[in-house]
């Protein structure tokens, strides 16, 4: 019987490890499609701010913050023509996968996933 228990734990630690079940972590992909180059992107988070420089037209990058649990986040956008644009999808939680679009005069939000993704 405590062999079954112990290896039962093993199979569950090694399951949950292999799936990223419990990391903390969320992805957001920031996908540039305004037409104009952005030199300056900040991702203010409860838990800190995620910079990215120079994110050209029609590029796409992805960060990963740290989300012990729910949060929200904020995007702000400058351009290279001096605008800025500010939007994105307010709640997350750990697991989540988010793509963030930024089009000319908004930042559209799609949810990709809402689970953990390895």
Do not use: C, W
């Not at 112990?6 to 499609?33: D, E, R, W, Y």
């Amino acid at each position: 019987m405590i062999a079954l228990v112990l290896v039962s734990f093993a199979v569950g630690v090694f399951v949950a490890a292999a799936l990223h079940l419990g990391s903390p972590i969320a992805t957001v992909k920031l996908q540039n499609a305004s037409g104009k180059g952005i030199v300056s992107l900040r991702l203010v988070h409860e838990h800190g701010v995620v910079e990215v420089a120079n994110l050209a037209v029609d590029a796409t990058r992805t960060v990963r913050f740290y989300v012990p649990g729910e949060s929200s986040y904020k995007i702000t956008s400058v351009f290279a023509d001096g605008q800025s644009l500010k939007g994105g999808a307010g709640y997350v939680e750990a697991g989540y996968s988010i793509t963030e679009t930024i089009a000319p005069g908004e930042i559209k939000t799609e949810y990709d996933s809402l689970r953990y993704s390895p």
